[in-house]
């Protein structure tokens, strides 16, 4: 069965700091997609990144940035030099064939000025 | 502008008293699901359409129904809400499977 697991509730950071957001996942099909979405505090949810499973490369856009590694079935999310603007609640999804997209709990990030 | 449009933004009402949620989009989409978000929980599925009157539960269909009489509508229906059916409620599209879904702004219910 699909699993997402974000183990960190909640992280508070000062402006500024580099702050990394975890998501572990579980699957048992060969193909399947894995999403990042942010949920800023007017409660939209922003979609930031796709990558299949057969797409190991790590992305770099901006400040944000993507570590993929199906060995450790991680998709980790780096944010570099954090603002005030970038705290939101974080979901890590993960969508085998279909249409059904399986979110982790969240991670709600705080930075402070 | 390509969107998902959810209506109303914001409910509250009582329990028993049925409800609808209206969902529509433009993107001529043929995947259209339902979501609850709640807290420590993430969003959660709880019907789904592959396309016109072809609809399945999700992870947490009870208490709920929808239909799919046309692509771009999909509405959420609450025969008999019940407070435990308070949470906030997002609908979502997409053309296919790899591909990203695209939300609306999400409604926020209250069953009191």
């Known amino acids: 069965a699909q699993k997402v697991t974000q183990a960190q509730t909640e992280i508070s950071v000062v402006e500024k700091e580099d702050v990394t957001l975890d998501c572990v996942y579980e699957t048992r099909d060969t193909t399947y997609y894995l999403f990042w979405y942010k949920q800023p505090p007017s409660g939209e949810l922003v979609f930031l990144i796709r990558r299949n499973s057969f797409d190991e490369q790590n992305e770099i856009s901006g400040r944000y940035s993507w570590n993929f590694q199906k060995s450790t079935s991680s998709f980790n999310f780096t944010i570099t030099a954090s603002q005030v603007v970038d705290s939101a609640v974080y979901f890590c999804?993960?969508?085998?064939?279909?249409?059904?997209?399986?979110f982790g709990a969240g991670t709600i990030l705080r930075v402070k000025s | 502008e390509a969107q998902v449009t959810q209506n109303p933004r914001y409910l509250i009402t009582v329990t028993g008293k049925k409800l609808t949620v209206t969902c529509s989009q433009n993107m001529n989409h043929e995947y259209m699901s339902w979501y609850r978000q709640d807290p420590g929980l993430g969003l959660r599925q709880i019907y789904y359409?592959?396309?016109?009157?072809?609809?399945d539960k999700g992870d947490v269909p009870e208490g709920y129904k929808v239909s799919r009489k046309e692509k771009r509508n999909f509405p959420l229906i609450l025969e008999s809400p019940s407070p435990n059916q308070t949470s906030l409620y997002f609908c979502a599209s997409t053309p296919g499977t790899g591909v990203e879904a695209f939300f609306g702004q999400g409604t926020r219910l209250t069953v009191v």
């Open positions: 359409s592959m396309n016109v009157e072809v609809t």
């Open positions: 999804a993960l969508k085998e064939y279909g249409n059904k997209l399986v």
